[in-house]
């Protein structure tokens, strides 16, 4: 029987994570106990095999490809992304634009949807600007997962059907969106910070009022949560 | 030659010295493509996401915090763009199991590619999530106290992890004839 302190020692000497206490309680119990001498032959062992992980030369031209696709920018101070953050109407008229951009250019007809790209960078991602003007949401559907929270909502404006990501990931998650046979992908959580995405998403054509809009959140490589909003009030 | 440090690079990229952030690139390239292929597998895989790594760093350097190591704020946006990666595949395809190989043996059997092979395959059949300290630690080369930055995640979260982690590899190994009982 080894307690589980012991079993902490063990791997932290072979992490050389161990101070010159430690290293002294170990080596009592190494000599005390011989599952715990096991134990750090079997990790040994592990060990040696992980080692035999070859490290593999990157591929030619990623290092050119990285620094031509940075060509184009004018520099990390003054990323795209950061310009969505400027001013509130900028912002709200951005991603208007980027809303009906991305559906003319992605779920326009004709277009095949079922595995579209990732819209996210095109449709954009702000924080801080409420879907002021629209006024309340037709619905509303609440997340409080461990992997993300907040709330995804649905409006109409001006006849145009209107779903507004709010949502706060914690880690990598991939928020699907489907309604009236047309789906978008939405990144989120992939940043270093865990800072509120708000992203709005406007599918084109007239809202298909009797269908609802299909949320799926995925993480992990599994779905975590799956749910509907109404696309019209009398729907 | 005194090697200029990281956090100097950053400042000079920021100021618009193209040349400091290839010096970034040459010093990373390396392990964040090595951390994507270990965690996806494919090597077009870790590619596509290596270059969108950097392109995010080279995006939001001036929202690096120079209180972090810069190699943990980079290291968390390659393990993030890996699990993305590895999200978007399972949607789309199958889980990918390895087939078996043709000559399962001890390890002093089989020359190193195979093993290198072998090793990976058992790593596949982790969660990502212990794949990813599995990575963090072995490859990367990182302590407990960097792979709490990197995963943000409390240090002891973080060795819990590891030890099931290394706990759960070991049986995949015994299993595959990799490791001596």
């Not at chain 1, 309340?136 to 559907?141: C, E, G, L, N, T």
């Not at chain 1, 969106?177 to 084109?204: K, N």
């Not at chain 2, 290839?22 to 870790?46: G, K, Q, S, T």
């Amino acid at each position: 029987m080894i307690e589980d302190r012991h079993i902490e020692l063990i791997h932290a000497e072979l992490d050389g994570e161990l101070n010159s206490e430690q290293r002294a309680e170990l080596s009592r119990v190494l000599l005390a106990n011989p599952e715990a001498r096991s134990l750090r032959d079997e990790l040994n062992r592990l060990f040696g095999a992980l080692a035999q992980l070859e490290d593999a030369e990157p591929p030619r031209g990623l290092h050119a490809s990285v620094l031509d696709a940075i060509g184009a920018h004018k520099g990390p101070a003054r990323s795209v992304r950061r310009s969505w953050y400027t001013g509130p109407a900028f912002r709200y008229a951005a991603v208007f634009l980027g809303g009906l951009l991305a559906s003319a250019i992605l779920l326009g007809p004709g277009a095949r949807q079922a595995a579209g790209p990732d819209i996210s960078e095109l449709v954009g991602t702000i924080g801080g600007q409420h879907a002021a003007g629209r006024g309340s949401p037709i619905d509303r559907v609440e997340l409080d997962l461990a992997q993300v929270s907040g709330a995804v909502n649905s409006y109409q404006l001006d006849g145009q059907l209107v779903v507004e990501l709010d949502l706060t990931a914690n880690e990598p998650i991939e928020v699907v969106a489907t309604h009236g046979g047309q789906t978008v992908h939405f990144s989120l959580g992939s940043q270093p910070d865990t800072s509120p995405e708000r992203v709005i998403w406007l599918p084109t054509g007239k809202p298909q009022t009797e269908a609802a809009v299909q949320i799926e959140v995925y993480g992990g490589g599994r779905l975590l949560h799956r749910d509907s909003l109404r696309a019209s009030r009398g729907g | 030659m005194v090697e200029v440090g990281d956090a100097e690079l950053v400042r000079r990229c920021c100021d618009g010295d193209r040349a400091a952030f290839d010096i970034l690139l040459r010093r990373y390239e390396r392990p964040v493509y090595n951390a994507a292929l270990r965690m996806l597998r494919n090597p077009e895989d870790a590619r596509d996401i290596a270059q969108t790594v950097f392109l995010k760093v080279y995006e939001h350097l001036s929202e690096y915090d120079p209180k972090y190591r810069f190699y943990s704020w980079i290291y968390r946006i390659a393990v993030n763009e890996s699990l993305h990666g590895l999200s978007r595949r399972h949607r789309v395809e199958p889980i990918d199991e390895e087939e078996p190989d043709e000559h399962p043996g001890p390890d002093d059997e089989v020359g190193n590619e195979q093993t290198s092979r072998r090793v990976q395959s058992a790593l596949m059949r982790l969660k990502p999530e212990h794949r990813t300290v599995v990575v963090l630690k072995h490859l990367l080369g990182c302590s407990y106290e960097d792979m709490s930055e990197i995963l943000q995640l409390p240090e002891k979260t973080v060795k819990s992890r590891l030890f099931t982690a290394r706990q759960l590899l070991k049986e995949v190994l015994l299993d595959q004839g990799m490791l001596r009982p």
